[in-house]
T-cell receptor, first 115, second 115 residues
Framework: NAGVTQTPKFQVLKTGQSMTLQCAQD?????MSWYRQDPGMGLRLIHY???????DQGEVPNGYNVSRSTTEDFPLRLLSAAPSQTSVYFC??????????????FGPGTRLTVT | AQTVTQSQPEMSVQEAETVTLSCTYD???????LFWYKQPPSRQMILVIR??????QNATENRFSVNFQKAAKSFSLKISDSQLGDTAMYFC????????????FGEGTQLTVNP
């Protein structure tokens, strides 16, 4: 299993540009989520999904869109990049319920800089 | 809403010694999970240890153990025989015991192990 993969690893955008961060998992996990990591603030939840076709907002959803058309993929779209979105972004997945104790598996992260 | 607090932004320890990282949380839930994640300089998030709130026995994983005090809402991580490879950011995290629950992270503690 490749686990959770994210592309790209690094990205520089200009203010106002749009882009999509890709996330895929091959563990058949129903639950997928996106976090941003900023110094001194831990990881904050942006959006999450409990299955194909179902998404919901987390703590800091403004400026981001998501969709979940398949179990495997959960892309994060930045509609109009702002310097405040400079951060490291993590995608994660886990089983939804039952079985193991809800361990969340993380991708390697994407470092995004908006100038 | 749940909150997780790590009051030690930075800590250091000598190789082979023992160090304890603190974490407190606030919740009205009775059933939940607690986690410690490690983030080395590679940026990858790695699960260190988990604790189910209904279990009175403290979780242990090799050199890592926790002191879970449910009434005090405290969940500290003890690292014994510290190694240089333990140098990392450590995050405490909370999750309710229901499917679809989100993971809430603390701010993180940067641990440096000195030779």
């Amino acid at each position: 299993n490749a686990g959770v993969t994210q592309t790209p690893k690094f990205q520089v955008l200009k203010t106002g540009q749009s882009m999509t961060l890709q996330c895929a998992q091959d563990m058949n996990h129903e639950y997928m989520s996106w976090y941003r990591q900023d110094p001194g603030m831990g990881l904050r939840l942006i959006h999450y999904s409990v299955g194909a076709g179902i998404t919901d907002q987390g703590e800091v959803p403004n400026g981001y869109n998501v969709s979940r058309s398949t179990t495997e993929d959960f892309p994060l779209r930045l509609l109009s990049a702002a310097p405040s979105q400079t951060s490291v972004y993590f995608c994660a997945s886990r089983i939804l319920s039952g079985g193991a104790s809800y361990e969340q598996y993380f991708g390697p992260g994407t470092r995004l800089t908006v100038t | 809403a749940q909150t997780v607090t790590q009051s030690q932004p930075e800590m250091s320890v000598q190789e082979a010694e023992t160090v304890t990282l603190s974490c407190t949380y606030d919740t009205s839930e009775n059933n939940y999970y607690l986690f410690w994640y490690k983030q080395p300089p590679s940026r990858q998030m790695i699960l260190v240890i988990r604790q189910e709130a209904y279990k009175q026995q403290n979780a242990t994983e090799n050199r890592f153990s926790v002191n879970f005090q449910k009434a005090a809402k405290s969940f500290s991580l003890k690292i014994s025989d510290s190694q240089l490879g333990d140098t990392a950011m450590y995050f405490c995290a909370f999750m309710k015991w229901t499917s679809g629950s989100r993971l809430t992270f603390g701010e993180g503690t940067q641990l440096t192990v000195n030779p």
